[in-house]
């Protein structure tokens, strides 16, 4: 049935004067008309053909959450058809990802047609670990902000002492960690045996070239030359 309505209260303070409106009346007094809900509160007549009543528009529910890592500006009740924004913010050390409907946009703003939840997904920003041994570049790792940090195995290297890693946090901070460690050349023992006894002995530093010393004449003897002596210093006592 139509009626020619005077005073309709749109929800607001708008009053829209002599219209014509059907009313689709349930048991409880209520009724839907396309995008608004219509509650029913009172009706005089006023004339045979005209009706006072008030109409509230729609509302709908926009929640929002926003996993570890972040913040999201937005949400709330608003009204059938209204313009909403949603900020994901994220922390330090954190970017965002996406919502949980796959938008990827972020301000992210949308027409409300009815409830939704929505979340903003997080994630920590990877930063490098980046090891130099002896000046150059060892190895290189990303590790998320916040994660831990697993230090490297200690390398090895023939005839060297590595010195050990420079400090590592414990866990990944905002920005790429510098790690440094060298290696040092070992000493061994370097003994010269004439005759079967001691002649000589010194330290010498692996991988040196071995410089022999001059053996002394002896009265009647020949010197038979010297056996099993490396170029270079090895990674033990010789």
């Known amino acids: 049935e139509c009626h020619k309505v005077n005073g309709v209260n749109w929800g607001g303070d708008n009053i829209v004067e002599n219209f014509c409106m059907k009313f689709f009346y349930n048991d409880g007094g209520e009724f839907w008309t396309g995008d608004f809900y219509w509650m029913y509160y009172s ?12 109409a509230l528009a729609a509302t709908y529910d926009v929640t929002v959450t926003a996993s570890t890592g972040g913040s999201i500006t937005g949400g709330g009740n608003y ?73 490297e195995p200690v390398p090895t290297k ?28 070992n000493s061994y023992m370097l003994t010269y045996v004439l005759d079967g006894d001691i002649f000589k002995t010194e330290t010498v530093t692996y991988g040196t070239a071995i410089s022999t010393p001059e053996v002394p004449a002896k009265e009647g003897h020949t010197f038979t030359g010297r056996a099993n002596v490396p170029a270079t210093m090895p990674a033990k006592d010789v």
């Not at 946090?169 to 290696?183: K, R, S, W, Y």
């Open 43 to 54: 009706f005089e007549y006023i004339t045979d053909e005209e009706l006072k009543c008030f």
């Open 79 to 151: 009204k059938s058809g209204s313009s909403v924004t949603l900020t994901a913010i994220p922390d330090n050390g954190y970017r965002f990802v996406k919502w949980s409907d796959d938008s990827i946009e972020n301000p992210y703003t949308f027409a409300v047609k009815e409830d939704k939840n929505l979340a903003a997904l997080f994630e920590p920003i990877s930063y490098n670990v980046i090891y130099i041994l002896d000046g150059v570049e060892y190895k290189q790792f990303p590790i998320p902000y916040g994660n831990q940090i697993t230090i």
């Open 158 to 185: 023939e005839g060297h002492t590595f010195s050990g890693w420079s400090e590592v946090p414990e866990t990944m901070p905002l920005h790429d960690v510098i790690v440094t460690g060298t290696f040092t050349a």
